[in-house]
């Protein structure tokens, strides 16, 4: 099955600074990776997704980073402020019909 | 275009009640998800249902809990006879397609006294 993991379960960054949480996963056919937001007491949200076609892809603010030789997703957060505070999941899919949220990161941001 | 929409927001069940959770999937999704949720953990995935039909019920306990799609309204995830250990927050996700973007209802948090 599918094996979605992440580095670090809490990061702790000063506001203002940038953010960057890690995704790995293990399948190589999985082709689409989705970074959510989830605060407290609410849903899951939507940030940003990528294909397996490309390496890069940029929003407002947030930028997602894909390396698919060594299955590495993650996703940068610039100029962190406060109402980023938030867990953020990555979702991976492909090769199958399961989608797997990695176990999160909890995003802390200090004033 | 409304979201998705999860009903009760809370609920709250004695030892051996059932417990019935609905989702309604945002207009055009015909794939829902369910998963759930602990405190302090992540997303687990329960079960996966296109319209009448369960496509992947592999993290869904066998016994006590059940879920369909009819092909009229709402998603519904049953748990019958229910323990302490159910208490968590059910989320419910809809999307158009197989493998794509996944839209979240605002969860059902379910407390068994």
């Known amino acids: 099955g599918e094996s979605v993991g992440l580095h670090l379960p809490t990061l702790s960054v000063q506001e203002g600074d940038n953010s960057i949480i890690n995704c790995a996963y293990s399948?190589?056919?999985?082709?689409?990776f989705i970074w959510y937001k989830q605060e407290s007491g609410k849903g899951p949200q939507f940030i940003i997704d990528i294909r397996s076609n490309m390496d890069k892809r940029q929003g407002q603010r947030v930028t997602v980073l894909l390396n698919k030789t060594v299955k590495h997703l993650s996703l940068q957060i610039a100029a962190t402020q406060p109402g980023d505070s938030a867990v953020y999941f990555c979702l991976i899919t492909g090769g199958g019909n399961k989608l797997t949220f990695g176990t999160g990161t909890q995003l802390k941001v200090e004033l | 275009n409304a979201g998705v929409m999860q009903n009760p927001r809370h609920l709250v069940r004695r030892r051996g009640q059932e417990a019935r959770l609905r989702c309604s999937p945002m207009k055009g999704h015909s794939h829902v998800y369910w998963y759930r949720q602990l405190p302090e953990e992540g997303l687990k995935f329960m079960v996966y249902?296109?319209?009448?039909?369960?496509?992947?019920e592999s993290g869904m306990p066998k016994e006590r809990f059940s879920a369909e799609f009819p092909k009229e309204g709402p998603s519904i995830l049953r748990i019958q006879q229910v323990v302490r250990g159910d208490s968590a927050a059910y989320f419910c996700?809809?999307?158009?397609?197989?493998?794509?973007?996944?839209?979240f209802g605002s969860g059902t948090q379910l407390s068994v006294l």
């Open positions: 996700a809809s999307s158009p397609e197989r493998s794509g973007k996944l839209f």
């Open positions: 249902l296109q319209k009448e039909n369960i496509i992947d």
């Open positions: 399948n190589s056919a999985s082709d689409y």
